[in-house]
T-cell receptor, first 115, second 113 residues
Framework: DAGVIQSPRHEVTEMGQEVTLRCKPI?????LFWYRQTMMRGLELLIY????????DSGMPEDRFSAKMPNASFSTLKIQPSEPRDSAVYFC?????????????FGPGTRLLVL | SQQGEEDPQALSIQEGENATMNCSYK?????LQWYRQNSGRGLVHLIL?????REKHSGRLRVTLDTSKKSSSLLITASRAADTASYFC?????????????FGQGTTLQVKP
């Protein structure tokens, strides 16, 4: 398996623009997680899905952020409109969760810079 | 919310020495996991220890768990320059049974050749 795939790897955009980050989880995994990492705040869980259903989006900073998982092979994280404070590395991770336990496999991340 | 807090925040050692990192958390857990992150990369899972386990080994890694003290330690023996990375502990959501993990701030390890 190729592991978790994220695209784009790097994104530079201007404030106010829409940004869409994409993730392809490992085939067969039933859970998907979106994280944001910054020096100041560390690794923050934004939202996670179980069997394509959003379970907890309490980590989503505000209404400008939205995430979808239309099928088991694809998820998107959208920021609209983007702001400079959204600049961070965004990670997607997938896992096979059984009995509430699962190890997470992280993608390489998307480095977002909002000017 | 429960969260692992690593100690120390940064650690610098010579190649060949052992490195010990500690993690404390606040509430009951089902399992605790350690991850590694090389600069500019995603996190990589190292080891998982369940709440009914006290110690686990994987190669040069040794993890202990003390649920009475709500703490865990990661020991890397005979360190190598390639072990230079950030190390994170992560605890699960004991009540949620969802696989959700809460990550600590991490320990940055530098191993000097």
């Amino acid at each position: 398996d190729a592991g978790v795939i994220q695209s784009p790897r790097h994104e530079v955009t201007e404030m106010g623009q829409e940004v869409t980050l994409r993730c392809k989880p490992i085939s067969g995994h039933n859970s998907l997680f979106w994280y944001r990492q910054t020096m100041m705040r560390g690794l923050e869980l934004l939202i996670y899905f179980n069997n394509n259903v959003p379970i907890d989006d309490s980590g989503m900073p505000e209404d400008r952020f939205s995430a979808k998982m239309p099928n088991a092979s694809f998820s998107t994280l959208k920021i609209q409109p983007s702001e400079p404070r959204d600049s961070a590395v965004y990670f997607c991770a997938s896992s096979w969760v059984s009995g509430g336990i699962g190890t997470q496999y992280f993608g390489p991340g998307t480095r977002l810079l909002v000017l | 919310s429960q969260q692992g807090e690593e100690d120390p925040q940064a650690l610098s050692i010579q190649e060949g020495e052992n490195a010990t990192m500690n993690c404390s958390y606040k509430t009951s857990i089902n399992n605790l996991q350690w991850y590694r992150q090389n600069s500019g990369r995603g996190l990589v899972h190292l080891i998982l220890i369940r709440s009914n386990e006290r110690e686990k080994h994987s190669g040069r890694l040794r993890v202990t768990l003390d649920t009475s003290k709500k703490s865990s330690s990661l020991l890397i023996t005979a360190s190598r320059a390639a072990d230079t990375a950030s190390y994170f502990c992560a605890t699960d959501d004991h009540s949620g049974n969802t696989g959700k993990l809460i990550f600590g701030q991490g320990t940055t390890l530098q191993v000097k050749p």
